[in-house]
C-alpha cells in the first residue's frame, strides 16, 4: 500500500514525500483510513512506529487557521510534545496553520499569546490544566482530541487531569488513543469518552529476531564496574543505560565520565532546555552514552541505538518492554545487557514471568577491576525511591524480595 490510496490532500503528500516516507507502517496503514472517516479509534503500536503521522494525517485535513484551538494532543513529557509538534509542523508544510507544544519547566507568558493563536496544542496534561485553570485557552472549538501514550498517563499520576481536560473539550466529535500497551485502564477510559471506537493493533516495531538478551548476575558492590568493563568493550552505535531514579542516572554518568566516557544524563530532575539540549546531543551522535530513567524511554525517536543496558531492573514489566524498544530496529541488531545483584531478582522474576518468549541468555561474569565509586550529594526525593544503598550497593528496591535465585 501507498500513501496516495488514503487520498490524503496533495499538500499533505507532498509532506510526507518530503519526509522520505513512501510506504506506510501497520499502524498507520490500519489507523489513517478510520481517522479520515471520523471515527474514534484505540491505536496499539510500539514506540517508533509511525503513530504520530497517523493522527497527524487526521488533524492536519480537519484543520483550519480561521477558527481557533481545534485540536488538542496531549503527551506525558515534554519530550516527547516537543517531538510531536517537530513531526506536525514537518507534516503541515504549505498549509500555514499555527501548531504549538505547551508544557512546565518553561515561562508560562509567551504561551499565553502562542495559544491565542493556536489551531493545533500539545501539551502536558499538568501545564495545559495550569492553563484551563487561568482561563488563558479556549477549549470550546476542539473538534480533535488525541491521547499520546495513554498508559503511560496513568503510570505517571496524570489521570484526574486527562479527565477534566477531556471534559472541558464538550464540542470534541472524535477521540484518539494511542499507547504502545493498551491497558484495562486505557480501555476503560475510552468506554467513558469514545463512541464505538475502532481497534487498531500493531506488531510491535523491533525485530526479535534482531534482538539479543541477555543478564549478568553480579554482587551489588560490583555492578557500576562491570558495566563500566562492558562499555569499554562496546565499538558500535549509541547506547542507553536505563535506572530506576535521578539519583542512581546521576551517580552512574559522574563514574563514567570519571572513566573518560563521553556520556551524558537525563531525568525529570533537568530544566526543560537542559533536557532538550541532551536528547539533541544524543539523537546527533555528539555523545555515545545516554544515561537516563524511563522519562526517554517512552514515545522518543532514537535512532542507531545497538545496546539498551538496565543498570537497573525496572519494578513494571511493561517498562523493561519499553526500554529494550529503543534497539533492534528497521532491520538492524541490537543488544539487551541486564545487570542483575540481589536487589534486582523479584523485578526480574516478574518480567520472566509475564513475558515467557523472551530468551534471556545467562553470562558468566568475567574477570574485572573494582571501580572505586564516585559519589553524588543525596536527592531527597530519591531517599524515599530506593536503589541506592548506603553500604555502596546498586539497584536496590525495598520492595524486592529474593525469588530470583542465583543460577
Known amino acids: 500500500m501507498k500513501f496516495e490510496e488514503f487520498k490524503l490532500s496533495k499538500q499533505l503528500q507532498e509532506a510526507i514525500k518530503k519526509l522520505g516516507i513512501d510506504k506506510p507502517t501497520e499502524i498507520q496503514e490500519g489507523s489513517i483510513p478510520p481517522i479520515l472517516e471520523g471515527r474514534d479509534l ?45 513531526m506536525l509542523v514537518r507534516l503541515s508544510q504549505g498549509k500555514y496553520i499555527n501548531i504549538i507544544a505547551v508544557y512546565g519547566g518553561v515561562s ?26 487561568r482561563r488563558t485557552v479556549d477549549t470550546s472549538r476542539v473538534k480533535i482530541l488525541v491521547l499520546d501514550e495513554a498508559d503511560r498517563m496513568f503510570d505517571m ?23 504502545a500497551t493498551i491497558s484495562s485502564r486505557v480501555k476503560e477510559l475510552a468506554r467513558k469518552y469514545m463512541k464505538n471506537p ?42 542507553m543505560v536505563f535506572c530506576n531514579t535521578r539519583k542512581m542516572t546521576d551517580i552512574v554518568v559522574k563514574n563514567l565520565r570519571t572513566q573518560r566516557f563521553d556520556a551524558i544524563a537525563i531525568h525529570g530532575g533537568f530544566s526543560q532546555n ?14 555515545g552514552v545516554l544515561v537516563c530513567t524511563d522519562v526517554a524511554a517512552r514515545g522518543l525517536h532514537i535512532e542507531n541505538v545497538s ?26 541488531d541490537g543488544k539487551v545487557v541486564n545487570l542483575l545483584c540481589d536487589y534486582d531478582y523479584d523485578n526480574f522474576s516478574k518480567i520472566t514471568h509475564d513475558y515467557r518468549e523472551f530468551k534471556i541468555e545467562k553470562i558468566k561474569v568475567p574477570q574485572i577491576e573494582r571501580i572505586a565509586m564516585v559519589k553524588v550529594a543525596e536527592r531527597r526525593d ?15 528496591n525495598r520492595n524486592n524480595s529474593r525469588n530470583f535465585k542465583r543460577r
Do not use: W
Open 382 to 396: 530519591d531517599r524515599r525511591g530506593g536503589n541506592y544503598s548506603r553500604s555502596g550497593g546498586f539497584g536496590r
Open 42 to 86: 484505540i491505536g496499539e503500536s510500539a514506540t517508533g512506529s509511525g503513530k504520530t503521522l497517523a493522527f497527524g494525517c487526521g488533524i492536519l485535513e480537519k484543520v483550519n487557521n480561521k477558527e481557533g484551538l481545534q485540536a488538542l494532543v496531549l503527551t506525558p513529557t515534554r519530550e516527547l510534545a516537543d517531538q510531536v509538534k517537530d
Open 307 to 332: 545496546h539498551v543496558y538496565n543498570f537497573n531492573i525496572p519494578n513494571d514489566p511493561k517498562d523493561y518492554v519499553h526500554r529494550i524498544g529503543r534497539t533492534a530496529r528497521a532491520g538492524k
Open 274 to 287: 537542559k533536557r532538550t539540549n541532551t536528547m539533541d546531543m544524543f539523537n546527533k551522535g555528539k555523545v
Open 198 to 239: 475502532v481497534e487498531v493493533n500493531a506488531d510491535n516495531k523491533v525485530d526479535p529476531s534482531k534482538l539479543k538478551q541477555i543478564y549478568y548476575d553480579v554482587e551489588r558492590n560490583l555492578k557500576l564496574s562491570l558495566l563500566i568493563h562492558l562499555l569499554q568493550k562496546e565499538k558500535s552505535g549509541l547506547i
Open 157 to 179: 499520576g496524570f489521570i484526574d487531569d486527562v479527565n477534566q481536560i477531556i471534559k472541558s473539550c464538550p464540542n470534541r466529535n472524535q477521540n484518539l488513543f494511542f499507547s
Open 108 to 133: 508560562l507568558n509567551p504561551q499565553f499569546q502562542e495559544l491565542k493563536r493556536a489551531n493545533v496544542v500539545v501539551a502536558t496534561p499538568g501545564r495545559f490544566m495550569d492553563h484551563l485553570n
